[in-house]
């Protein structure tokens, strides 16, 4: 089956870094992508992933490895308006979207 | 730019109740629309893919006939939740992808929150 796996929750300090990992097992590959979903609000795109290496936007960057079937969001200078649930989602070889279920971020000052 | 324009944002009814959710592309022309609901702390759970045109494609365990779209123009797709009942009460989330294929980024919608009482 098709899995996308990512933790559950994480705490981070303002102004520091924090990576939030994602590993996936998914029938084909056609690129990886990172949404920002505050509460109660619709996700946002953040960052496209489709060859391998650190694609840098910002304060955000996303890495990916295909051969190893892992991706990280990479979020630096770290801002109380960052808590919020990133999702991480694989575009398997019929072009399917497979969401994974999201890492809360709590941001502490 | 890639705006995408969802309405209503909030919506509560009675049982019974058939609900119509639209869903607009603002800035750019979307050939292929997504609906989406989406439970307290769960994921975005993908609910029918539609192009313009033609008849929606819906997930396993998807009832079309519950779940009305129709996707009349390449910049509006519509959800009617037909007869809704209480357990139909969710985050209901629309996105558009535009012309450029399958690598193209979805944009969603604000979502809307319905309560079926």
């Known amino acids: 089956g098709q899995n996308i796996d990512q933790p559950t929750e994480m705490t981070a300090t303002e102004g520091a870094i924090v990576q939030i990992n994602c590993t996936y097992q998914?029938?084909?590959?056609?690129?990886l992508f990172w949404y920002q979903q505050h509460a109660g609000e619709a996700p946002t795109f953040l960052s496209y992933n489709v060859l391998d290496g650190l694609e840098e936007k910002g304060r955000f960057s996303s890495f990916l490895s295909r051969s190893k079937g892992y991706s990280y969001l990479l979020l630096k200078e770290l801002q109380m308006k960052d808590s919020a649930s990133y999702l991480c989602?694989?575009?398997?070889?019929?072009?399917?979207?497979?969401w994974g279920a999201g890492t809360k971020l709590i941001i502490k000052p | 730019g890639a705006v995408v324009s969802q309405h209503p944002s909030w919506v509560i009814c009675k049982s019974g109740t058939s609900v119509k959710i639209e869903c607009r592309s603002l800035d750019f022309q979307a050939t292929t629309m997504f609906w989406y609901r989406q439970f307290p702390k769960q994921s975005l759970m993908l609910m029918a893919t539609?192009?313009?045109?033609?008849?929606?494609?819906?997930e396993q365990g998807v009832e079309k006939d519950k779940f009305l779209i129709n996707h009349a123009s390449l910049t509006l797709s519509t959800l009617t939740v037909t007869s809704a009942h209480p357990e139909d009460s969710s985050f209901y989330i629309c996105s558009a992808r535009g012309v450029g294929g399958e690598s193209q980024p979805q944009h969603f919608g604000d979502g809307t929150r319905l309560s079926i009482l």
């Open positions: 539609s192009n313009e045109g033609s008849k929606a494609t819906y």
């Open positions: 989602a694989v575009m398997d070889s019929n072009y399917q979207l497979i």
């Open positions: 998914t029938s084909g590959f056609n690129g």
